[in-house]
């Protein structure tokens, strides 16, 4: 039996490429989310933050599902790896998407002081 036929219907296969070319395909069930497609190709791409377009061109929201977001079996997505940047001063840092939410910070007066008093 070929492997599209020993599928189960309730699954997608959903072929994720880079700009370099580098693809994956996803196999995920139909009620899986964007956000765990875009899990799933950072895991096989062993990159950070990928961002998701559609077939259409628009970014895909990890909050949808495959089919809320009319992604189908067979469909390929883009993945974009975004630069995470990073802002510092002498007391706090904060590592950040351009354009987007800060991904972590910290003060770093409370962690030297934590440190000085180990």
Request: hydrophobic share 40%; charged share 15%.
């Amino acid at each position: 039996m070929s492997p599209s036929r020993s599928r189960s219907r309730s699954s997608r296969r959903v072929e994720v490429v880079l700009p370099s070319g580098r693809s994956c395909a996803v196999q995920l069930h139909s009620e899986s989310s964007i956000g765990e497609l875009a899990a799933a190709a950072r895991a096989y791409f062993r990159r950070g933050l990928l961002r998701l377009v559609g077939p259409g061109g628009l970014r895909l929201d990890p909050g949808l599902t495959l089919g809320q977001a009319g992604v189908g079996d067979g469909s390929v997505v883009h993945a974009i790896a975004q630069p995470v940047e990073m802002a510092a001063t002498t007391t706090a840092f904060a590592l950040y998407v351009r354009g987007g939410s800060a991904m972590t910070w910290a003060v770093l007066t409370w962690i030297v002081a934590r440190c000085k008093s180990s």
